[in-house]
């Protein structure tokens, strides 16, 4: 059982999203995951007809009130941003998670990037 505590405290957490992306650039589907590299591995780029995008998101709330906020990050060429759109800091365990994942970005993004070309 859980405790009042527990239930309101904040919690925050860190999931990589992979959107589908149609011709303009609207999202159709998304698919959030923990690790970067579990999102590449889910990928299957046969079934997906028009682009997609990579990003991080920062996941707010208690188990009282669901998730009450979302803050989303997107790459810029090859380089994760700092912050996300709200000015939250990325953490550098994520930052260091797209480094190394970098030459599997580039090889599953190559000729599937929808929206904008963001050079990955």
């Known amino acids: 059982m859980n405790t009042y505590k527990q239930m309101t405290s904040l919690r925050i957490e860190w999931e990589w999203v992979v959107e ?5 650039g609207d999202i159709i589907d998304c698919d959030y995951y923990e690790r970067l590299t579990e999102a590449l591995a889910n ?4 079934n997906i007809a028009t682009g997609i995008e990579i990003g991080i998101c920062r996941i707010t709330g208690s188990i009282a009130d ?16 700092e912050r996300t759109e709200d000015g939250h800091r990325i953490p550098l365990a994520n930052q260091a998670e797209w480094k190394r ?18 050079g990955v």
Not at 20 to 24: K, L, M, T
Not at 43 to 46: E, R
Not at 68 to 74: G, H, L, M
Not at 101 to 118: H, I, P, T
């Open 43 to 46: 990928l299957n780029l046969a």
């Open 66 to 81: 669901g998730v009450t906020d979302r803050s989303y990050a997107y790459p810029i060429g090859t380089e994760l941003p």
């Open 101 to 118: 994942s970098l030459n599997g970005v580039r090889r599953v993004m190559a000729g599937k990037l929808g929206g904008q070309d963001n």
């Open 20 to 24: 589908q992306v149609d011709d303009a």
